[in-house]
């Protein structure tokens, strides 16, 4: 395998934690300790490098995942600030899918937090090398270890320091690094830090950290375990090859400490992060670059060097009504010139190519190429979506989809102003094309328009965005649901449609019958008219007049589905009859053999799995079981229950928070239609009154 010199200096790394830990304010720390930026922006003055859409400036929480491309000490540095937030999990999934290392935030004072256990789920299912920073530790009666040790056990991760602060809350005055025995301290008001002596009440607990540190290097290659034994001690280079090798195996999470905010810890931080986790050269060793060839389906792999054929992956799209598409790339092979033309492998579509830029917050800057290993954002791609593989066309190749997390929270919604009805639908069609974890649907039945996503945070920015991006204001309520008709016996029924208002009159007659076919069979319709009761040319137009009846419904007002219509007997009149009589008549007919046919109302049955830690798998059964579900089945996984349930979906329809503070917001669930049934009778005569009474107010 190739390698690059280039790419060896490149270290891809997404920030990740979970919800407020401090990710952003750490990377805006970061850029400040490398010089990037004059002054440290805030989340409460809303000025950071990262949080800059104006939904992350005045919640204070990041929506999105921003990049921030700096350099430092030789090691060009991509950073990928992830939302925490659950409601954005899939944008910490995508980011996850283009690096080659983590960066774990966790917060002194905040803990592990079911955010930070899902997403660890998918950092260890990649298998990417990690390291540990504890945040907050400014904050009063903050202290690492018992955060670290939660830490390790949720995640059942070993963890080594290579930091320790320096006093604690309010007193935190800097850190120190175990391995070259100095201490870092901010200097108040500047980006300067100084390095010094390791004060004396630290001295010994820097020892033992030390000590820690030299045996956990050692132990990763027989050689190092043999010197260290012999003479208890390792060189600098001998600990960073243990290090950097107990980090990319993931024997072992190195671990830092100190406060965003305060700028404590982020100089031994940068080095840390240099020096332990891999470059895209080292990734591609641990995790080879595979896909399938999209024209012979075989394994495809490629080198991380700018002299293979280009491939990337798309990580995340804005998209701005004004200036149109930009689709962040991480390149994994090859190198792409500015304006070349290229491959979308995913959807088997040319792209012209664009200007390419490197990425810090919402700042762009142009650069003429890129190769393996960086990381770009390339503007005006036509049909690039986030999660494609874009590719050298002469030698295509395509990378596994990454699996999203799916919308599990929907709001009906429709414009204040009713002309505005093509612009909302544009202006959603292009936010979920920049946010493959919304949907938006429009129902055929209810006719409504649906937004689907992970939560009410994800839902409502979501709103935000399309007022300020596409100027339409909406408003949102719990989406209907399809419920259909049907009918259980055979009748039969006469429909006639006369009328004489002088001169030319009207006249329809027909005799139907109504059958229910099975489950799912949706309409048939015969004639059986035989002697030329009805002429065979006014037919077409009985089927015409049963399927508008049908749309109408019979018990109050929902489509018919499941029946089998037949005309089989009628009369005519040589003068007065017409097509539009036997419409009108084969409608009052149809309508007169479903009272009869003993109609009843059918409601969508929903298909539900809720993954759940196994202390309250029996409050989420409980809770399932009062919303009409039928459990299926309990299967383990880990340390969490899989409930496989039934359930309707009028019941489902705010399922998401109820689910939230059962579990405290541990679990996830997905669910997709299964089938429909027949909704219980007490029931069913509400729905119905209520849905007279929704027809009766439009109607007034
Ligand atoms: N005292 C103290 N506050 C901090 C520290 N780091 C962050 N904060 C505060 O914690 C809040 C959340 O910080 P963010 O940087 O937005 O956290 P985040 O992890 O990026 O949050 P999301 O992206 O929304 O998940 C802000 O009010 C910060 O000012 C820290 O080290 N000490
Ligand atoms: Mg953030």
């Not at 033992?208 to 030299?214: F, G, I, P, S």
């Not at 305060?262 to 060793?285: F, M, Q």
């Not at 309990?634 to 998401?656: C, N, Q, R, S």
Request: proline share 6%.
């Amino acid at each position: 395998m190739g390698t690059d010199a280039r790419a060896d200096t490149i270290r891809n790394i997404a920030v990740i934690s979970a919800a407020g830990a401090g990710k952003t304010s750490l990377v805006e720390a970061l850029l400040y300790t490398a010089g990037v930026i004059p002054t440290m922006g805030s989340i409460a003055s809303g000025n950071t490098v990262a949080d800059f859409e104006p939904e992350e400036i005045h919640r204070k929480v990041s929506v999105s995942t921003a990049v921030a491309h700096f350099s430092w000490k030789g090691i060009t540095f991509n950073l990928l600030d992830a939302p925490g937030a659950l409601s954005f999990l899939g944008e910490a999934t995508l980011a996850l899918h283009a690096v080659d290392g983590v960066l774990i935030v966790l917060g002194a004072a905040s803990g592990v937090r079911t955010e930070l256990e899902k997403l660890w789920g998918t950092i260890a299912d990649i298998g990417l090398p990690c390291l540990l920073f504890v945040n907050e530790l400014d904050k009063e009666r903050t202290a690492i270890e018992p955060v670290l040790k939660a830490c390790e056990e949720a995640l059942d991760i070993r963890t080594v320091p290579v930091t320790i602060p320096v006093g604690s809350g309010g007193r935190l005055e800097g850190v120190v690094q175990v391995v070259e025995g100095a201490a870092y301290r901010p200097v108040a008001g500047s980006s300067k830090i100084l390095r010094g002596e390791v004060p004396a009440d630290v001295g010994s607990p820097a020892g033992e950290a030390r000590k820690k540190l030299v045996e956990s290097a050692a132990e990763t290659d027989d050689q190092l375990v043999e010197k260290y034994l012999a003479q208890s001690d390792l060189t600098e280079a001998e600990i960073l090859q243990g290090m950097k090798a107990g980090t990319c195996a993931r024997t072992f999470v190195p671990v830092l400490c100190g406060s965003a905010v305060r700028n404590i810890g982020t100089a031994p931080l940068l080095d840390a992060l240099a020096a332990y986790l891999p470059s895209p050269v080292e990734a591609a060793r641990l995790r080879p670059v595979k896909g399938t060839d999209p024209h012979t389906g075989e394994e495809a792999v490629r080198a991380p060097a700018a002299t293979d054929p280009f491939s990337a992956y798309v990580f995340k799209t804005l998209i701005d009504p004004f200036a149109g598409h930009l689709t962040y790339l991480r390149v994994m092979s090859g190198t792409l010139h500015a304006d070349a033309p290229f491959l979308n492998a995913s959807r088997r579509v040319k792209e012209k190519g664009g200007h390419l830029f490197t990425i810090l917050g919402k700042k762009y800057a142009p650069v003429p190429q890129v190769s393996a290993g960086e990381i770009v954002a390339i503007a005006k791609l036509k049909d690039t979506q986030t999660g494609d593989t874009v590719c050298d066309e002469k030698h295509p190749i395509l990378f596994a989809r990454v699996p999203l997390p799916k919308p599990v929270f929907s709001f009906a919604l429709e414009p204040k102003a009713k002309s505005d009805i093509e612009k909302v639908s544009v202006g959603l069609h292009k936010l979920v094309e920049e946010d493959p974890m919304l949907e938006f649907v429009r129902n055929p039945e209810t006719k409504e328009m649906v937004l689907g996503g992970m939560g009410q945070l994800h839902v409502d920015v979501t709103f935000e965005k399309l007022r300020r991006k596409y100027g339409v204001e909406v408003d949102i309520h719990v989406p209907k649901v399809p419920y259909k008709e049907t009918i259980r016996k055979m009748a039969q029924a006469q429909g006639k449609y006369k009328k004489q208002t002088g001169g030319h009159g009207q006249y329809g007659d027909c005799w139907l019958q109504v059958d229910p076919v099975p489950r799912g069979g949706g309409f048939e319709f015969a004639s059986k008219v035989v002697g030329g009761a009805i002429p065979r040319n006014f037919i077409p137009a009985i089927e015409k007049g049963v399927i508008e009846a049908m749309h109408g419904g019979g018990l109050a007002g929902f489509p018919v589905v499941d029946v089998r219509v037949t005309v089989y007997d009628g009369s005519y009149h040589v003068v007065d009859s017409s097509e539009m009589s036997f419409k009108i008549a084969a409608s009052m007919g149809f309508k007169k053999a479903m009272e009869q046919a003993l109609p009843v109302l059918l409601e969508p049955i929903m298909s539900v799995e809720v993954v759940t830690p196994d202390d309250v798998v029996g409050a989420v059964i409980g809770d399932l079981n009062a919303r009409r579900g039928r459990i299926i089945g309990v299967t383990a996984k880990g340390h969490a229950e899989m409930i496989h349930a039934a359930v309707p979906l009028a019941e489902m329809l705010t399922y998401a928070p109820m689910l939230n503070s059962i579990t405290g917001g541990r679990a996830t669930y997905g669910m997709e239609f299964s089938a429909y049934e027949e909704v219980p009778r007490e029931l069913a005569a509400r729905v119905i009154e209520e849905h007279k009474a929704l027809k009766h107010a439009v109607a007034l």
